[in-house]
T-cell receptor, first 117, second 111 residues
Framework: GAVVSQHPSWVICKSGTSVKIECRSL??????MFWYRQFPKQSLMLMAT?????????EQGVEKDKFLINHASLTLSTLTVTSAHPEDSSFYIC?????????????FGPGTRLTVL | QKEVEQDPGPLSVPEGAIVSLNCTYS??????FMWYRQYSRKGPELLMY????GNKEDGRFTAQVDKSSKYISLFIRDSQPSDSATYLC???????????FGPGTRLSVLP
């Protein structure tokens, strides 16, 4: 299957700082990437959908000014958590799919664990 | 009522047992049903997907969908310690687009 990487795999930051998480599709071009958040023992919650070259579509309740998403190329999307607070501590997972065809499978990255002190 | 419900477990079984994992859902528009396996501190990996009602088998794994009851199942035969993980069901109206995930069931297969 296709490979999606995330960097960093874990990050610890101080409250009030910003953190950038990268999601890369290594062996395919991802026209669409999804960003999820997963709290301990809970399910994945979709935060936003980004299509290459256009603005991300955020799910209800997700602050677009706090969670900045950039999908500037077909292999890279970034999520920036701005002015992070302890309640933003979570496991952030991206997924990518290769075409706009609804039948394309999503491939998940390994996740990034964010801890805000 | 949550859109997708799944018993969170944890579920502990001895090696070699048959495991049954289940999800129920409320949205009758869902047509694609997926099962993902997630190891601790890792991203989910797709195990199986099915379209509409019916059964699908892949090795030791069998997925069943009963749309009339809004109920899906994943069976694992001859379970192995390496099957110990969290199993997430997911479903959607269109495959590859936004899925709704269940909360996951933690499975431990004891040697």
């Amino acid at each position: 299957g296709a490979v999606v990487s995330q960097h960093p795999s874990w990050v610890i930051c101080k409250s009030g700082t910003s953190v950038k998480i990268e999601c890369r599709s290594l062996d395919f071009q991802a026209t669409t990437m999804f960003w999820y958040r997963q709290f301990p023992k809970q399910s994945l919650m979709l935060m936003a959908t980004s299509n290459e070259g256009s603005k991300a579509t955020y799910e209800q309740g997700v602050e677009k000014d706090k969670f900045l998403i950039n999908h500037a190329s077909l292999t890279l999307s970034t999520l920036t958590v701005t002015s992070a607070h302890p309640e933003d501590s979570s496991f952030y997972i991206c997924s990518a799919k290769s075409g706009r065809d609804s039948y394309n499978e999503q491939f998940f990255g390994p996740g990034t664990r964010l801890t805000v002190l | 009522q949550k859109e997708v419900e799944q018993d969170p477990g944890p579920l502990s079984v001895p090696e070699g047992a048959i495991v049954s994992l289940n999800c129920t859902y409320s949205n009758s528009a869902f047509q694609y049903f997926m099962w993902y396996r997630q190891y601790s501190r890792k991203g989910p990996e797709l195990l199986m997907y099915t379209y509409s009602s019916g059964n699908k088998e892949d090795g030791r794994f069998t997925a069943q969908v009963d749309k009339s009851s809004k109920y899906i199942s994943l069976f694992i035969r001859d379970s192995q310690p390496s099957d110990s993980a969290t199993y997430l069901c997911a479903m959607g109206q269109y495959y590859g687009q936004n899925f709704v995930f269940g909360p996951g069931t933690r499975l431990s297969v004891l040697p």
